[in-house]
């Protein structure tokens, strides 16, 4: 009888649901003492103050961990995604299987996903549609930026993306995206986003910047007809966008042909506009006649536009026009 009572008791398993504070039944508490003489490599997460939280030393904490994984707070999606890798190694070496664990993790991301896809619906309905007119930016030599200011680089990122998000808003522009360097924000009229490029341009040029650097951005500016849709613009009008910003340099806006003519004669107050010529951008079919922004607090001298090296090509036979082209199509300048 004894002896079966051993036997019951040896194959019992532990409870893994924890109570109401995330603590496995029946686990001890980590003594601090204890927990402090714990190497690093004995914690599924560490976050940037040092602070060491999931303890997977043994095979009762990291059933714990796995019971209290959902209740941490992580700094980044990939600190979480480390986190859990590491949790899940752990109990592959004490020969756990987290089933409710990976359970739990497929509802939360679905959750997630769900709310995520709703909350960018509701956003992009909210844009404006028909002919808009698109501002993008990038940081130009973002990368040596980085290797200079190292951890530093994100404040500096967080100050340019300020100074960009301050100028849109108050020139009555949508922020579409923000990733890295790059920047990209959307207005119903072409000339406020010429506002805003300018604004944006004479805040950074007298903003004084650690250890003395230079942070210039690159601005491209295009009027047309992208298509909205629930992740965002798509079309060659975006694209176009992107070509044109990568044509300019560090301090320098260009707008395309379709912007200057969206203007017409009534550029916003003190702006003038500078014919750069035609240029081919890579992957559009034509080149695109290109101009230079020109106000006072702004760079003037700049080397030609950035663009591939011109190709002998042998042009297509003339052919209809198809919906993505026609969407790069000049409105009239008003009577």
């Known amino acids: 009888m004894a002896g079966g009572q051993r036997g019951s008791r040896a194959l019992r398993i532990p409870d893994v649901r924890g109570d109401r504070r995330g603590i496995v039944s029946g686990m001890a508490r980590l003594k601090p003492k204890k927990r402090a003489r714990l190497p690093d490599r004995a914690f599924a997460y560490i976050d940037s103050r040092s602070r060491r939280r999931l303890p997977i030393h043994d095979k009762a904490h990291v059933r714990n961990a796995l019971a209290r994984f959902n209740q941490v707070h992580f700094e980044s999606d990939a600190a979480r995604e480390k986190a859990r890798k590491r949790l899940l190694n752990a109990a592959k070496k004490y020969r756990i299987v987290p089933v409710g664990f990976i359970t739990r993790q497929l509802q939360s991301e679905r959750t997630y996903a769900t709310a995520l896809i709703q909350a960018t619906a509701m956003e992009a309905a909210a844009l404006p549609t028909g002919f808009v007119t698109l501002l993008m930016s990038d940081i130009e030599g973002s990368t040596i930026l980085l290797r200079k200011l190292g951890d530093r680089y994100g404040a500096l990122l967080n100050d340019v993306r300020g100074i960009l998000r301050a100028a849109v808003s108050g020139a009555d522009g949508r922020e579409i995206d923000a990733r890295a360097d790059e920047f ?34 690159r601005i491209g500016v295009h009027s047309g007809h992208p298509t909205l849709t629930e992740a965002g613009y798509i079309g060659l009008a975006v694209h176009t966008t992107a070509r044109v910003c990568a044509a300019a340099h560090g301090g320098q806006i260009i707008v395309s042909a379709a912007t200057r003519t969206a203007i017409a004669t009534s550029p916003p107050a003190g702006v003038r506009f500078r014919g750069l010529g035609r240029h081919r951008l890579s992957g559009l079919p034509d080149p695109e006649m290109l101009f230079q922004v020109q106000a006072s607090g702004l760079h003037v001298r700049f080397p030609p536009p950035r663009t591939p090296r011109r190709t002998a090509q042998r042009r297509p036979a003339a052919r209809r026009q198809t919906s993505a082209e026609r969407q790069l199509e000049l409105p009239q300048p008003p009577a």
């Open 184 to 217: 990209f924000g959307v207005f119903q009229r072409a000339s406020t986003a010429v506002e805003a490029a300018v604004a944006v341009q004479r805040d950074l040029a007298v903003r004084k910047w650690t250890q003395g650097l230079e942070v210039r951005l």
